[in-house]
């Protein structure tokens, strides 16, 4: 056990103890998180309270199935920057547990994703409507359960999903509003479902779901290389950062160390991933509030950008680029120079576009006050990356849980306190300044070096967990192995899954036509959280 889980969770073994509930430590998976425990599925629930009492942050959830029919039931807590899993195990004959959800709002749909895939049903969960499965398969049958085939059993067409029950208002001058699931744009498919008076937004319901790909299903059997090619796939434009959190968390599992300039590649990688999606949330939000010259502007620094991602790494998203044990092609010298230089340069046009940005009264008056996320209603979503530091919440995987190379890097503090869509914009801006600056302190320092370290199967039943600050925020991801070095579990945490229940909240009392800008300045992806 660290000195910083000792130090962080001392509040919660505190209160489990007071609480009468033994918890058994239990081997923890390598990597990000230091410590696990055990407790029985009775007071499962329990210890959701007590972890919720003691101040931590709920994190992750996901089951497994494990040997003679049981079913674990995994939930990742955070406090002062450490990781604690915990688990408890249900009989698959009868896997009834009771929930998190009424302490940890952010447990809601992940607990819901594992009774539509494992069969878990939470016995005091508020909403037990289905919610990944949607009606692609039947109601006793669960995808992620051993005997479910890879392929299904999918009848000769899907029926619609017409029965799901939306929550209903009525009253005077109430009326409703479907959106999709099919949009106008080139955008993943969702429903919005809306209530309103007027044009004033009384609640809104997501109901997402529609590009369910089983990545976890699939994952199953397939060796490290192929799992890492499958993580950055989970959510195209994170693409880096799935593959690094996928490679870490089979890193630690297998013992190994990936060489140093191997490791800054990544980070390089990954700022470029960060600046160039930021670039492109900047344009496309002013667009939606009718600023075309900012949406033009900044789809040409993205382009510009990506181009050069191109030519120095082989791919305009940089995909493929991370492989287990290093990186799969180098940086050549002769990119560093033209890289800088590129680095320059944009810090200057970013910097004159958004002095115009901020200069526009009829533009930051749509931004302004739009769509407020309380710092609150973040902390008890769970809310990282942009929208919770755009909603005062400093949290960043880079500084509170150190990694290499960040851990001999100085990554800026990026923090505003309003909670609107002009925030989670400067956030952006900020977030793309500080990026750069990392940029040229990595290829300042970029060691010398081999880029990869030879890949050993680690045995059977090794576990790895990784956490990665992507663009959206903490992604966590856990792996664990079977026999012949082949995957036995994979499930990586998207940020989407926090930040998607925000945009139900902020858009209350805003009007409809503002739908569209709060929407994008959440930016939550639907591939990342439909697994």
């Not at 508020?126 to 392929?151: C, G, I, K, M, N």
């Not at 919440?393 to 990554?411: C, K, M």
């Not at 040229?440 to 880029?451: F, Q, S, V």
Request: charged share 20%.
């Amino acid at each position: 056990m660290s000195a910083a889980a000792v130090t962080s969770f001392a509040g919660l073994f505190d209160r489990l103890s007071a609480a009468g509930i033994a918890s058994e430590d239990v081997a923890a998976p390598a990597g990000a998180v230091r410590q696990a425990v055990q407790v029985v599925a009775d007071d499962w629930g329990r210890l959701g309270q007590a972890a919720q009492a003691a101040g931590c942050r709920w994190v992750a959830g996901w089951g497994e199935e494990r040997a003679e029919g049981m079913i674990r039931v995994n939930a990742c807590l955070e406090q002062g920057g450490a990781y604690l899993l915990a688990q408890t195990e249900v009989n698959r004959r009868h896997p009834v547990l009771p929930s998190h959800t009424p302490y940890f709002p952010a447990a809601d749909r992940p607990e819901r994703h594992t009774q539509d895939l494992f069969g878990v049903a939470f016995s005091d969960h508020p909403d037990a409507r289905r919610w990944t499965r949607h009606q692609a398969w039947a109601s006793a049958e669960y995808p992620l359960r051993h005997d479910f085939p890879v392929a299904g059993r999918p009848p000769e067409r899907t029926p619609a999903d017409y029965r799901y029950k939306f929550l209903g208002a009525h009253g005077s001058g109430v009326y409703e509003i479907p959106v999709g699931p099919v949009h106008a744009g080139i955008i993943e498919p969702g429903h919005f479902r809306f209530q309103a008076v007027g044009e004033t937004v009384l609640h809104l319901e997501e109901r997402l779901g529609y590009v369910h790909k089983g990545i976890e299903k699939i994952a199953e059997g397939r060796d490290a290389i192929a799992l890492a090619r499958l993580a950055g796939r989970v959510s195209g434009d994170s693409t880096v950062a799935h593959a690094w959190a996928a490679c870490m968390a089979m890193e630690a599992a297998a013992g190994i160390t990936p060489p140093p300039r191997a490791i800054w590649l990544r980070a390089l990688l990954c700022e470029r991933e960060r600046v160039a999606n930021h670039l492109g949330d900047i344009g496309a939000i002013v667009n939606d509030v009718g600023f075309a010259f900012g949406f033009y502007q900044f789809g040409r620094l993205r382009e510009t950008w990506q181009r050069s991602s191109y030519a120095a790494f082989g791919h305009r998203f940089m995909m493929d680029a991370i492989v287990p044990g290093g990186v799969a092609r180098d940086l050549a010298p002769e990119r560093i120079e033209p890289m800088r230089a590129e680095v320059a340069e944009l810090r200057r046009q970013v910097g004159k576009l958004m002095a115009i940005i901020y200069d526009s009264p009829s533009l930051t008056n749509r931004l302004l006050t739009t769509g407020v996320l309380t710092a609150e209603a973040a902390r008890a979503l769970g809310c990282m990356g942009y929208v919770g530091r755009a909603s005062s919440l400093d949290f960043d995987v880079r500084r509170q849980v150190p990694y290499p190379p960040y851990d001999s890097l100085p990554v800026e503090h990026v923090l505003h306190n309003t909670g609107d869509v002009n925030a989670r914009v400067r956030v952006r801006h900020d977030e793309i300044m500080a990026s750069l600056n990392l940029i040229e302190a990595l290829l300042a320092r970029l060691p010398t070096g081999a880029i990869q370290t030879a890949w050993i199967a680690p045995a059977a039943e090794s576990a790895g967990i990784g956490s990665i600050e992507g663009w959206r925020g903490e992604i966590l991801t856990h792996v664990r192995f079977g026999t012949d070095g082949r995957i036995a579990r994979f499930f990586p945490r998207d940020p989407s899954w926090t930040t998607w229940p925000a945009l139900e909240v902020l858009i209350d009392n805003n009007i409809v036509p503002d739908f569209p800008v709060c929407n994008k300045s959440v930016n939550g992806s639907y591939s990342g959280q439909d697994l």
